[in-house]
């Protein structure tokens, strides 16, 4: 399988600091990837590098071949990435339906097809942003994304703040959307009980580097990775899988 996505030797930061001091990676159609590791070491600079929010100092990032290091954020999202930020950004004083309809670009996941996987979203299709929950705001921000048909889905910290049901319901949908076809993600979590059962395979950070890529299974498998790097019990009972 070829990667779709391929970044090699990335150098990125913000102003005269290198965040990300060497960072290679790639992903193939149909990969989940979590991306776990502690506050501060590395996760968001790396998904604002791909999407291209940082100031890069060396390396490369290609989606399905094609170098886009020199593209704007704007010609990134048009070319296929497909970006779920922590603060969500949805358009506050648009309508459920006009923040979809505003960025859909052709292709498989519709207006039509977000509402099949939130049904929330239709019955309150007329509604502005400002006026959803936030988890209803997060399932908007999810469904908006799908709407350019991203080849690569990257969501920051999707479940943060949500009510444990909300969570379940999320985790669900994205269940469903990884195994679409088509595309690959990188899901950003702080907590690995809520990710591991979604996600093929596990890389953690430390300090803008990778200290751990393994698949999923394997970090059930040997819990003491996760007290390692991310202090987490050994005794923790791991989300089950999905699937």
Known sequence: MSDLLAINGLRAGYGQAVVLPGMSLTLGEGQVLALLGRNGTGKTTLINSIVGLTRRFGGTVALGGLDITPMR????????????????NIFRSLTVEENMTAV???GPWTVDRVYEMFPRLKERRSNFGN??????QQMLAIGRTLTLNPKVLLLDEPT??????IVEELLRALDTITRAGGICSIIVEQNAQKILGLADRVVILERGAIVH???????????????????VSEGVNLLPALR
Do not use: F, M, N, T
């Open 73 to 88: 954020p704007d010609q990134r999202a048009r070319a296929g990435i497909g970006w779920v930020p922590q603060e969500r």
């Open 213 to 231: 890529d393994a698949a999923s299974s394997a970090l059930k498998a040997d819990p003491a990775v996760l007290e390692r790097y991310l202090g």
């Open 160 to 165: 943060e703040g949500l009510a444990p049901i």
């Open 104 to 106: 859909a670009q052709p």
């Open 131 to 136: 006026q959803l929950s936030g988890g209803e």
